[in-house]
């Protein structure tokens, strides 16, 4: 599967947090309770303190200003929240972007990027009266409006539309702008939607003008500069945050996706203890399970996440934590497990993209094409986002039916017109186009996207994207090291492994081929409709040259 988020739990204020597995300690250094108390394993502690570069404060050392009127100069609080016909004409307007599948390298994505921006932005973005949508309204106070609690609890596009309509009457709330940015990275990730980006960044910048330095608009930043992939930015923020605030959940746990994205994996494992030691709960032990995958301790990671499962009461997290586990049993090849979690989390949540896209692979790795097939057209029908849209053009190469290679080519043309919209939107795409396009597009601009990334962060998956880039451009021996570099923290990853595989036996060392194309096999069979395929044609080719 393509590399694992970890910026999708919602926050939790306290009258909304799942249960912890001990007592909620009463300083930073008390530790009563918790994922690592409770894993039955090494805490798996190491490495110094984490500090990012800090660019300038938004909104620091300017007077706050009085937001303008709803509906005026783009004003966020006359925005009105995305519904369903908005994400059918954000799902067209990507479709008119990339028809003509087949020529889809002909785009320039510059130009690409602007017009995907004004067609998704006429579609979502609607200025005037709100729609409360009958939700919340009533119940939303001067003091904070809605908590990401309340949101994630309910329909977050009415719950936006709440906020917006309590912004009108409330312009100074700066609590209510930093809950409406965060729902706005929110939106975001939940439809796939980068252009709520500037939204949200408007939004959290009006929090901080209105209360400079105040922890949940800085946090918002940090959850926002995540979801962008601006990872030491993230940092940065997280730590502004933390300063005014230890105890901020949000802030801790962006802290630690930024760190594992950084590829700083000790950091990040003391950076999972001490958010453990100060907010335990869900958002924490997924993370902190996810730090143990990739050093290898799957044990520990499974043991964390069933204790958050067995924690978990609100639907998103019970989604959110079973899906975590879908994935953990995808990887070590354990489809049916898998299956068994991913129709938990869709009980819990049955338009859940991560476990609608999670049980599709499944289904395609235990031998069901064609539900695979079905299920994740239903994703990108809704949700054309790069992950799915590779796997279903994957699907459709191997089936090879009438048409197919045509269907795959639409897949990939709409990956590009995605990443287009993204960096629109100000996230940063390179490891997303290395991926795609070392396999299905351009080999050299994959590895002007994986170099370019690489200089950002050097992490697992950064590492492996890097590597692939250089092989499939006959650069073998500098990819190998990347290789090795990827596999080496000990993450159990079958496309690591078949990549490595395949770039040893094209620097000639067979044996080391033969051991690593066996692991990813013998790990996840089923790890790629392609790859796998052409991971036994390799095996078999070197099993009959010895």
């Known amino acids: 599967m393509p590399p694992r988020t970890t910026d999708s ?25 918790g994922a690592a108390a409770g894993a039955g394993a090494g805490s798996g502690k190491g490495g110094d303190g984490a500090s ?29 929240g995305e519904d369903g016909d908005d994400t059918d004409q954000r799902v067209a307007a990507l479709r008119r972007a990339a028809d003509g599948g087949r020529r889809w390298r002909a785009l320039h ?19 005037g009266g709100g729609q409360d949508g009958g939700t919340g309204v009533d119940a939303v106070s001067a003091a904070g409006a809605l908590s990401p609690g309340d949101l994630a609890r309910g329909d977050l596009d009415a719950g936006i539309a709440s906020l917006q309509k309590h912004l009108r009457a409330q312009p100074r709330d700066f609590g209510g702008w930093s809950t409406l940015g965060v729902a706005y990275v929110e939106q975001a990730r939940t439809k796939g939607d ?15 003008d209105l209360e400079p330095g105040n922890d949940q608009a800085l946090a918002g930043q940090a959850a926002l500069a995540a979801a962008r992939h601006d990872f030491p930015g993230a940092l940065s ?37 001490t958010a453990d030691d100060r907010r335990p709960g869900v958002p924490v032990f997924t993370r902190y399970a996810y730090v143990h995958e990739l050093r290898g301790d799957v044990r520990t990671a499974r043991s964390v996440l069933e204790r958050a ?36 989390a869709l009980a819990a949540d049955d338009a859940y993209l991560p476990a609608l896209e999670g049980r599709a692979r499944a289904q395609a790795a235990s031998g069901d094409r064609a539900a695979a097939v079905t299920g994740l057209e239903q994703v990108v029908a809704r949700f054309p986002l790069p992950g799915p849209l590779v796997a279903l053009g994957e699907l459709y190469e191997d089936r090879g039916a009438d048409g197919d290679r045509a269907k795959a080519g639409d897949q990939y043309a709409l990956v590009d017109a995605w990443t287009a919209l993204a960096r629109a939107g100000g996230a940063n795409t390179d490891l997303e186009t290395a991926l795609a396009a070392a396999d299905h597009g351009d080999k050299e601009e994959a590895l002007r996207s994986a170099r370019a990334e690489w200089d950002r962060r050097h992490s697992v998956h950064t590492a492996d994207a890097l590597a692939w880039a250089l092989h499939v451009n006959g650069r073998d021996e500098e990819a190998l090291p990347y290789a ?20 040893e036996r094209a620097t000639g060392d067979e044996r080391g081929a033969r051991t690593h194309l066996k692991a990813a ?8 409709p392609l790859g796998a395929r052409e991971a036994r044609t390799a095996l078999k080719d070197l099993e009959g040259n010895r």
Not at 239 to 267: F, H, M, S, W
Not at 311 to 319: E, K, L, Q, T, Y
Not at 484 to 503: D, K
């Open 484 to 503: 090795r570099r990827a596999t080496a923290t000990g993450y159990r990853n079958a496309v690591f492994l078949y990549h490595r595989g395949v770039i």
């Open 521 to 528: 096999l013998d790990l996840n069979p089923g790890f790629s």
């Open 237 to 273: 923020h997280a730590d502004r945050a933390l300063k005014q605030n230890p105890y901020n959940e949000r802030a801790l746990c962006t802290r630690i996706d930024a760190l594992v994205e950084l590829g700083r994996y000790d950091d990040a494992a003391k950076a999972a203890d």
């Open 52 to 80: 990012g570069a800090r660019p300038a404060e938004p909104g620091a050392g300017h007077t706050a200003p009085t937001p303008s009127p709803a509906g005026e100069n783009g004003d966020e609080g006359g925005e009105d």
């Open 194 to 208: 980068p252009s709520r980006y500037p939204q949200a960044e408007r939004a959290l910048r009006r929090s901080l």
């Open 309 to 344: 499962l067995g924690s978990a009461s609100a639907p998103a997290d019970v989604a959110y934590v079973a899906t975590s586990l879908g994935q953990l049993a995808w990887n070590q090849g354990e489809y049916k497990t898998a299956l068994g979690h991913y129709a938990r």
């Open 109 to 127: 994505l510059a130009g690409c990027a602007v017009l995907l921006a004004v067609a998704v932005t006429g579609g979502a973005v609607a200025v």
């Open 9 to 33: 739990t919602p926050e939790r204020h306290d009258d909304d947090r799942v249960p912890s597995t001990g007592p909620e300690p009463e300083t930073a250094g008390e530790r009563e309770g």
